[in-house]
């Protein structure tokens, strides 16, 4: 098993940037494919990015390609989302989780963090 918890959210204007961090517990996180969704107010939770176990392969949704990034520290058990040029669509509630698959589909996803509040303002 794996335990996750997300950080990292706030506040903040629109074209700014903010950096969220996924930490795991445990010793297996190198064992874990990762990714990002959001969750907006009446809005399905959506898939937002994911990277494979080592880092090599990244994939993005169409919405935050070219804007955000996302990165693993398999030494420090963390996972990181860099968003940049936030705008207000943007605005969701962040959740980490974690897969022995590498995958975009929310429903394969095993584990989830407990998610982190990103409010952009505009």
């Known amino acids: 098993q794996v335990q996750l918890v997300e950080s990292g959210g706030g506040l903040v204007q629109a074209g700014g940037s903010l950096r969220l961090s996924c930490a795991a517990s445990g010793r297996t996180f190198s064992r874990y494919c990762m990714g990002w969704f959001r969750q907006a107010p009446g809005k399905e939770r959506e898939f937002v990015a994911a990277?494979?176990?080592?880092?090599?392969?990244?994939y993005y949704a169409d919405s935050v390609k070219g804007r955000f990034t996302i990165s693993r520290d398999n030494a420090k058990n963390t996972m990181y989302l860099q968003m940049n040029s936030l705008k207000p669509e943007d605005t969701a509630v962040y959740y980490c989780?974690?897969?022995?698959?590498?995958?975009?589909?929310?429903?394969?996803?095993?584990?989830w963090g407990q998610g982190t509040q990103v409010t952009v303002s505009s």
């Open positions: 989780a974690a897969d022995r698959s590498y995958t975009t589909r929310r429903t394969d996803y095993d584990y």
């Open positions: 990277i494979d176990w080592t880092g090599g392969s990244t």
